[in-house]
């Protein structure tokens, strides 16, 4: 079929999502992917013959409480009770290490408060201050009302979103300098920012208040199955609706007429047309290799160069002969070298790896140990990030993974961040079966995202709310979806970006409809689950799994 209702370009939970609401309402709908699995930055992969299975980019996620973000859109598709989520420790679903203090976030702002008091007693006023502005913040954002550029529309902001209104743009340094915190409490405090990707200097009070909220009010999640569940499942509403999902199709060109999207392009000339054309792919390839400069005006060309990347991550994956639940609390681990966090984004954006890198630590086994498909009995998987400079530090270019200089800098990075995880798990080489890395150029082979960015254009005060880009474009029929859109980075702010693009498309408000209980999916529709259902198969339409799957 060369003609569609609607063309998804990208198969990230934004464009997954967005196409499964566009079929569940009647349009079909046909998602592009150019990787062999769908999911984008929500995909894992297997090793050593199917015997370890990583996450790329699903490690914890909030708001999968009732009535949060995350089940409330999944609802809306009839996967209520088919996607489940595992709660991590309420009592710390982050574990913060630095020298002299260990602190453990717990899933609840009064929890948080006195905790924190507990650990700088001397700094209760402005703790109770700091707080308190976060918290308001994080509710006043919970209620969901955005502001508009109209004056009626900033009015209605301002009375219902006070504090965001006031104080929302300053950056958090200026909070923490205002209640006069200790370089250590203001580490604390920040000390998940890896989440978004952003240093307190460039991080608004607002993005840090919502932040926090989203984790504090309702806790911390990973899907029981591990993360290819949720693409999983969505393509199911999508093929079992009159849509299609297809991997290995690279899209090359959007194609436009007289001002408007009138399909796409793919890797070796053949065109598939539809009037909506929705990308979900990265935005400054979108703008300026999809669509071309010649169809865009020099405005929105200049706007496109000036938006920043966020920095990307380096990631090492660990396959061990050892079940890790004696050894580490169902936690994620930030591990910090000293309290400047400000120097080790400064280090990343200046092309420097520091001696002593950061880490952010996680076991998929720890958090769902009922999965079969992460590791054999008695063994458990370990994946350890941290911060990295942009795509350009690292050399190669199209030859990277054979550049003997690559090589050699991605092997210090794996073995420094292996030696920093021995300090939460003693006697971890030992037991290594299987490592793996990837590098930013990594991630830009595999999602085609500029720089190798995982979270898109950055999370900063000046690129964060009104000042990213929404969901419609200058081009009639081409509509936005992803990381890099209002709805902003991460796994709820994929999924929820993908429902309000679907809603801009369909001109109606889905997102209220979706909250106050409606389903435009039909249950009864979607595959029945069995014991031997894969959620990695059911993600790779285009291509089959090749070897047997290890029960």
Known sequence: MNDWDAIVIGSGLGGLTCAAYLTAAGKRTLVLEQNQVAGGCSQVFRRKGNRYE??????????????????????????????????????????????????????????????????????????????????????????????????????????????????GQLPLTWLFAACRLSPLARAVIVGESGDYGAPPSRTSIALHGGFLDHYLTGGAWYPRGGGQVVPAHLIDVIQTHGGQVRTKARVTRILVADGAATGVQLDGGDTIHAPIVVSGADLKRTYLDLVGREHLTPATIARVRRYRMALPLFSVYLGLDIDLAGRLPNSTYWCYPHTDVEALYRDAYEGRIPAEVPIFLTSATTKDPGNTHAAPPGHSTLEV??????????????????????????????????????????????????????????????????????????????????????????????????????????????????????????????SAEVKAGAVLAD??????????????AASKPSSPLRRPLRR
Not at 74 to 96: K, M, N, Y
Not at 131 to 136: A, F, K, N, T, Y
Not at 411 to 431: F, Q, S, Y
């Open 54 to 167: 990583f996450d790329v980019g699903m490690h914890y996620i909030g708001e999968c409480h009732p009535g949060g973000r995350m089940t409330t859109a999944l609802r809306g598709l009839g996967l209520d009770g088919r996607i489940e989520f595992r709660r991590l420790d309420p009592d710390g679903h982050s574990t913060l290490v630095f020298p002299g203090l260990t602190f453990r976030v717990p899933s609840d702002w009064d929890t948080y408060l006195a905790r924190l008091i507990e650990a700088f007693p001397d700094q209760r006023r402005g703790l109770r201050r700091c707080v308190g502005i976060l918290r308001r913040i994080g509710a006043e954002l919970r209620a969901g009302v955005m502001p508009r550029p109209t004056v009626r529309g900033m009015l209605r902001f301002v009375r219902a979103a006070p504090t965001v209104a006031a104080l």
């Open 385 to 510: 990030m941290c911060l990295a400079p942009h795509g350009t530090f690292w050399p190669g270019g199209d030859g990277y993974s054979r550049d003997a200089e690559y090589l050699a800098r991605k092997e210090r990075l794996t073995e420094h961040l292996i030696d920093r995880a021995t300090t939460v798990i003693p006697g971890l080489r030992e037991h290594i079966v299987w490592r793996e890395a990837s590098s930013p150029v990594t991630q830009e082979r595999f999602t085609l995202s500029s720089l190798g960015s995982c979270y898109g254009i950055e999370m900063a005060a000046d690129q964060i709310g009104p000042r990213r880009p929404g969901p419609r474009t200058e081009i009639r029929g081409l509509w936005l979806t992803g990381a890099s859109t209002i709805w902003g980075s991460g796994i709820v702010g994929a999924v929820s970006g993908g429902l309000g693009t679907a809603g801009a498309i369909l001109r109606r408000p889905l």
């Open 523 to 536: 249950p009864a529709k979607l595959t029945p689950i069995g014991p031997d259902w894969d959620p990695l």
